[in-house]
């Protein structure tokens, strides 16, 4: 009888799937729930802009394709640790650096499901924090997009949501990052709008 050859199995993309069943906000009531699938997206568009926005406006060279994929995979590690209330994560400096840890470990645990040529070509993407530039662009467009969450949550009538949004609101408008201030004066007003009240050209 003819053995049938065993073909490799890896499990990455399939694991990454599953980011749309890890739910965040979870100590909060929501009006609609988000996971992190969705708000990852929400963070590589923001990011790809704030990008755009330094290099049309402020003399920035920075690749905003990058700074995209940056955001696509920045919480990629929650597939496994699940989305860590900030009150919690931040209870005490030496819990946050364990929990950096288990983070770390969990992205070697998914790149770990790649063929090894692969995982080398992917690690870059989940091991960014030497690009300062972009570090701080991403951690920008991450508070971008938990403050639009707010909104929507408040024009849903939901109250659970505005102190959160006061205190993403004032952090980023003390950024020293001018294209987070561009965004905020000039791109964040329209999340406060009902879709009549869009301008659609």
């Not at 006061?166 to 964040?188: D, G």
Request: with cysteine; charged share 30%; hydrophobic share 40%.
């Amino acid at each position: 009888m003819k053995e049938t050859a065993k073909t490799d199995q890896y499990d990455f993309f399939a694991f990454l799937s599953r980011m749309r069943y890890i739910s965040r906000w979870g100590l909060m009531r929501n009006t609609i729930p988000e996971n992190i699938q969705e708000h990852s997206l929400d963070v590589a568009i923001i990011a790809h802009a704030l990008v755009m926005i330094r290099n049309t406006y402020y003399g920035g060279n920075l690749d905003p394709s990058r700074a995209a994929m940056y955001g696509i995979f920045h919480d990629a590690s929650e597939i496994f640790t699940g989305d860590m209330p900030t009150p919690v994560k931040h209870f005490n400096k030496n819990f946050k650096r364990s929990f950096h840890q288990l983070e770390d470990k969990a992205r070697k645990k998914l790149l770990a499901m790649l063929p090894p040529e692969l995982a080398k070509e992917y690690e870059p993407l989940f091991f960014f924090d030497d690009q300062e530039e972009y570090v701080r662009l991403v951690k920008a467009a991450d508070k971008i997009a938990a403050l639009t969450k707010c909104i929507e949550e408040g024009k849903s009538g939901n109250l659970e949501f505005r102190r959160a949004e006061t205190e993403h609101l004032e952090h980023l408008s003390a950024s020293k990052l001018p294209e987070v201030i561009y965004f905020l004066e000039k791109l964040l007003p329209g999340y406060r709008l009902s879709l009549d009240e869009l301008k659609l050209g």
